[in-house]
């Protein structure tokens, strides 16, 4: 089953700072995900929901819509990726909530 793939701004923008190698990698990473390929693990606690792909150094973050398609949210290099999609995760349900 091929799926529809929802990059964010966030995720373009990154990309596009990128160095053609890794922008190419995690374009075809991207297209791999259309099919649920790739190295893909379940994120936990806080993040429960959402999901990661590893991409050589790079974690995409992405979730299921309930449309079906894969919402690929944030990108950053492995060491900062989690702090910092957890922090804007967190602002962004105090903003809807609040």
């Keep these: 089953m091929s799926r529809v793939?929802?990059?964010?701004?966030?995720?373009?923008?990154?990309?596009?700072?990128?160095a053609p190698e890794p922008r190419r990698a995690l374009k075809q990473?991207?297209?791999g995900?259309?099919?649920?390929r790739g190295d893909i693990r379940?994120?936990?606690?806080?993040l429960s929901g959402y999901y990661r792909l590893?991409?050589?150094?790079?974690?995409?973050?992405?979730?299921?819509?309930?449309d079906g398609a894969i919402e690929a949210i944030f990108v950053e290099e492995?060491?900062?990726?989690?702090?910092?999609?957890?922090a804007q995760f967190i602002k962004k349900l105090k903003?809807?909530?609040g």
Excluded at 42 to 46: G, R, T
């Design 78 to 86: 492995r060491q900062l990726v989690y702090e910092l999609f957890e």
């Design 5 to 18: 793939v929802r990059p964010s701004t966030q995720l373009i923008e990154y990309a596009r700072r990128l």
């Design 42 to 46: 379940a994120l936990e606690a806080n």
């Design 33 to 36: 995900l259309r099919g649920e």
């Design 54 to 66: 590893r991409v050589g150094r790079h974690r995409i973050v992405f979730n299921y819509a309930a």
């Design 95 to 97: 903003t809807v909530s």
């Design 29 to 31: 990473a991207l297209a």
